[in-house]
């Protein structure tokens, strides 16, 4: 026989009505958006670790020297305060031919000079004295391709040199304590190297820990994707129910209606990153922008999300029918409300030792631990907030003084799980803005802004080398004051190393001008500044500041969309209760502040809880650094959740007029 559970699934959806297709689009949009954010939150992760497998090239591996056939030397200087990577090659002579390096068609000769199309650009741009000048003289440049680049914006050249060329000498790979990956040399026998750049080594880890924090909130939205039309998907249900559908009928049902929705919604997320993909590669991180297929994942990942997506939103929906299974006359009722139990708060303390004991040692977990510890936390706070939301609602409802108030508390107790829902995406983003605005992260050594150095093999030379740069600054047009640094000199550029240190009066350009006109002097090796000494502590400082600022405007988004969907979804699904409310009386203003209320108690409670951690965590940070309280962003954290406040009230505020509709015929509307 038949199943009739697919022919019934679509008559129910068709003669929904209105309000029922408003449900379903909603569910759909949720779940586009939903797919579009994982999409692009894996595009980043995994083209992250793209962009940085581009640059272990330029990072040599050494081989035993009777092996070698060629010396790779690799540095880094800047201009504009963005740093360009050199790479020096040279072939050793009666050794066979060296491979070419990635994104050239054969190993440099001598004399030629190979640069980035975003170099290339700038060498145009700038006068010869203040980068050009740098790197051997030729007539035309030859182009890196994209095989040899992490990102078009990327300053990068690769220049040919003779073997005996002091670029490629042994005392230009001699390293101190701020050259490590930004200065290296070895013999090579090819370009197999296995070390990222500084700038691209942390960029999937920073990547990573912004999907950990984004995971939640997205995953909430689909959630509520999920749960749209609960309430008449559960009426109407039970009615089948008690009519002698069995239970397995009525989960197929939901799962059905649930999945079909959930898949074109994903399907049309999915079509949207492919379509913006152009537009996604536009928007820079890191070392800049990206290259299109960096972003693409593959169809594989592609259909496992879409996939996920409609699991999860059939999952949600699926989950709400377990009472209509076993207690359909209740339902239809409306006689059971959602209690929750004290196990929750018991299994949240438990989470929270087991975190604060596995992190007493936070120096040796490795970053995969940390996320995963992260996540952890998170879960813990989805399993606490229903519990809290259902104590708070009985605590307000036993000394409401007002209508509204004691509407909003009988709401909150009677299903704490869908208020919960409403404010749980900016619940969890509270821990993001508390901990991010208010830790300091980077060195807080001293800083010698302005200032140039030439690093010498000892004091004696560093005297010499002190009367040139006066004679080459001068004829630079450049005016600067020369000292020569002692070992004993640690707080100074060269850092406890003899040098000659120039400090430059003027602006970026007369740097700039300065770092060419002295790079004769370096022996192979480029002058050094602020920027190249800073290098990684700047760029952790920088990638986290960049992952954390975009997580927190995604997550008061995603928000405050999942609190507008959820507060239109709860207007349709509470008709029938609005409708007799009007019926007996009551105000449409009353209702409405109501629905305020009654997301804006949980949310000043829970919200604020979770900040404090956020903020705790962000102190304990500070301190084990050695650092202090970013006041700075005490201020900017004050505006987040402000700014997060406004937007969720907002979004509820979007559906009154869908509540005015929905009550502007009580006696139809009630059923």
């Given at each position: 026989m038949?199943?009739?559970?697919?022919p019934?699934?679509w008559?129910?959806a068709?003669?929904?009505?209105r309000?029922?297709?408003q449900?379903q689009l909603?569910?759909a949009?949720?779940?586009a958006?939903?797919?579009?954010?994982?999409?692009v939150?894996?595009?980043?992760?995994?083209?992250?670790g793209t962009?940085a497998?581009?640059?272990?090239?330029?990072?040599?591996?050494a081989v035993?020297a009777?092996?070698?056939?060629?010396v790779?030397?690799?540095?880094?200087?800047?201009?504009r305060?963005e740093?360009?990577?050199?790479?020096?090659?040279?072939?050793l002579?009666?050794?066979?031919?060296?491979?070419?390096?990635?994104?050239?068609s054969?190993?440099?000769?001598q004399?030629?000079v190979y640069?980035?199309?975003a170099l290339?650009?700038?060498?145009?741009?700038?006068?010869?004295?203040?980068?050009?000048?740098?790197?051997?003289?030729?007539k035309?440049?030859?182009?890196?391709?994209?095989?040899?680049?992490?990102s078009?914006?990327?300053?990068?050249?690769v220049?040919?040199?003779?073997?005996d060329?002091?670029?490629v000498?042994?005392?230009?790979?001699?390293?101190?304590?701020?050259?490590?990956?930004?200065?290296e040399?070895?013999?090579i026998?090819?370009?197999?190297g296995?070390?990222e750049?500084?700038?691209?080594?942390?960029?999937?880890?920073t990547?990573l820990?912004g999907?950990?924090?984004?995971?939640m909130p997205?995953v909430?939205?689909?959630s509520?994707?999920?749960?749209?039309?609960?309430?008449?998907r559960e009426?109407?249900?039970?009615a089948?129910?008690?009519?002698?559908?069995t239970p397995?009928q009525i989960?197929a049902?939901?799962?059905?209606e649930?999945a079909?929705?959930g898949?074109?919604?994903?399907?049309?997320g999915?079509l949207?990153?492919t379509?913006?993909l152009p537009a996604?590669?536009?928007?820079?991180?890191?070392v800049?922008?990206?290259?299109?297929?960096?972003?693409?994942?593959?169809?594989?990942?592609?259909a496992a999300?879409?996939?996920?997506v409609?699991a999860?939103?059939?999952?949600?929906?699926?989950t709400?029918l377990?009472?209509?299974?076993?207690?359909p006359?209740?339902?239809?009722q409306q006689?059971?409300?959602?209690?929750?139990?004290?196990?929750?708060l018991?299994l949240?303390?438990?989470v929270?030792?087991?975190?604060?004991?596995t992190?007493?040692?936070?120096g040796?977990l490795k970053t995969?631990?940390?996320?995963a510890?992260l996540a952890?936390?998170?879960?813990?706070?989805w399993?606490?907030?229903?519990?809290v939301?259902?104590?708070?609602?009985?605590?307000v409802?036993?000394?409401?003084?007002r209508?509204?108030?004691?509407?909003?508390?009988?709401r909150?107790?009677?299903d704490?799980?869908a208020?919960?829902r409403t404010?749980?995406?900016?619940v969890?983003?509270?821990f993001?803005?508390g901990?991010?605005?208010?830790s300091?992260?980077?060195?807080e050594?001293?800083r010698?802004?302005?200032?140039v150095?030439?690093?010498?093999?000892?004091a004696s030379d560093?005297?010499?080398?002190?009367t040139?740069a006066?004679?080459?600054?001068?004829k630079?047009?450049?005016?600067a004051?020369?000292a020569v640094t002692s070992?004993?000199?640690?707080?100074?550029l060269?850092?406890?190393v003899?040098?000659?240190?120039?400090?430059?009066s003027g602006?970026?350009?007369h740097?700039d001008t300065?770092?060419?006109a002295?790079t004769?002097l370096?022996?192979?090796?480029?002058?050094i500044?602020q920027?190249?000494?800073?290098a990684?502590d700047?760029t952790?400082?920088?990638?986290?500041a960049?992952?954390?600022?975009?997580?927190l405007?995604?997550?008061?988004l995603?928000?405050?969309?999942?609190?507008?969907?959820t507060a239109?979804?709860n207007?349709l699904?509470?008709r029938?209760?609005?409708?007799?409310?009007r019926?007996?009386?009551t105000?449409?203003?009353v209702?409405?502040?109501?629905?305020v209320?009654?997301?804006?108690i949980?949310l000043a409670?829970l919200?604020?809880g979770?900040?404090?951690m956020g903020?705790?965590?962000?102190m304990?940070l500070?301190k084990?650094?050695?650092?202090?309280?970013?006041t700075s962003?005490?201020?900017?954290?004050v505006?987040?959740?402000?700014?997060?406040g406004?937007?969720?009230l907002g979004?509820i505020?979007?559906?009154?007029p869908l509540l005015?509709?929905v009550?502007a015929g009580?006696?139809?509307?009630?059923?």
């Open positions: 038949r199943s009739p559970v697919l019934l699934t008559h129910l068709r003669s929904s009505g309000r029922g297709l449900s909603l569910a949009g949720a779940a958006v939903g797919s579009f954010l994982m999409l939150m894996i595009a980043a992760a995994l083209g992250a962009r497998d581009h640059t272990t090239w330029r990072t040599p591996d035993p009777k092996e070698a056939t060629a790779q030397a690799t540095t880094t200087t800047y201009v305060h740093p360009v990577t050199v790479v020096n090659l040279a072939q002579p009666g050794r066979k031919q060296t491979p070419a390096p990635p994104g050239l054969g190993f440099p000769k004399g030629q640069v980035s199309p290339a650009e700038l060498l145009h741009e700038l006068p010869a004295d203040q980068l050009a000048n740098r790197f051997p003289t030729v035309s440049y030859g182009t890196i391709a994209v095989a040899g680049l992490a078009p914006d990327e300053l990068v050249a220049v040919g040199r003779a073997s060329d002091a670029a000498a042994k005392t230009a790979g001699e390293q101190n304590y701020y050259d490590e990956g930004l200065t040399r070895a013999p026998s090819g370009f197999s296995s070390k750049s500084v700038f691209t080594g942390i960029d999937q880890g990547v820990l999907v950990v924090l984004l995971v997205v909430v939205l689909a509520a994707a999920g749960r749209l039309g609960a309430a008449r009426q109407r249900l039970a089948l129910r008690l009519a002698g559908a397995r989960l049902m939901t799962a059905v649930a079909g929705v898949a074109a919604g994903a399907l049309a999915a949207a990153y379509a913006l996604l590669a536009e928007l820079p991180y890191g800049g922008a990206w290259y299109t297929g960096q972003l693409w994942v593959g169809l594989a990942w592609l999300v879409v996939l996920a409609t999860l939103i059939t999952v949600s929906a699926v709400m377990r009472q209509v299974a076993k207690a006359l209740g339902v239809a006689a059971h409300p959602r209690r929750t139990r004290v196990i929750r018991l949240f303390v438990a929270l030792l087991y975190i604060w004991a992190t007493g040692d936070s040796q995969r631990q940390l996320l510890l952890l936390f998170y879960g813990a706070f399993l606490l907030g229903p519990w939301v259902d104590r708070l609602g009985r605590i409802g036993r000394r409401a003084k209508p509204a108030t004691l509407l909003a508390a009988r909150l107790s009677d704490p799980r208020a919960w404010v749980s995406g900016l969890l983003a509270g993001v803005a901990f991010f605005s208010v300091t992260l980077g060195s050594g001293p010698h802004e302005g200032q150095a030439v690093i010498t093999a000892n560093a005297r010499h080398t002190a040139e006066r004679a080459l600054l001068h630079a047009g450049v005016t004051t020369v070992e004993d000199e640690y707080d100074s060269p850092g406890g003899p040098g000659v240190t120039a400090q430059v602006d970026e350009e740097v300065a770092i060419t002295l004769p370096g022996s192979g090796r480029y002058p500044t920027e190249y000494v800073s990684p700047d952790a400082t920088a990638r986290v960049t992952v954390s600022t975009a997580t405007v995604l997550s008061f995603v928000a405050a969309a999942s609190a507008g969907l239109a979804a207007v699904d509470r029938r209760t609005y409708g007799l409310l019926l007996a009386g105000p449409l203003q209702l409405d502040r109501a629905r209320r009654e997301t804006v949980p409670v919200a604020g979770t900040t404090a903020v705790f965590g962000a304990q500070n084990a650094a050695g650092t202090t309280i970013n962003g005490a201020i900017q954290l505006l987040c959740l402000a700014v997060g406004l937007a969720m979004a505020a979007g559906s009154r005015r509709r009550t009580p006696v139809q509307t009630a059923d």
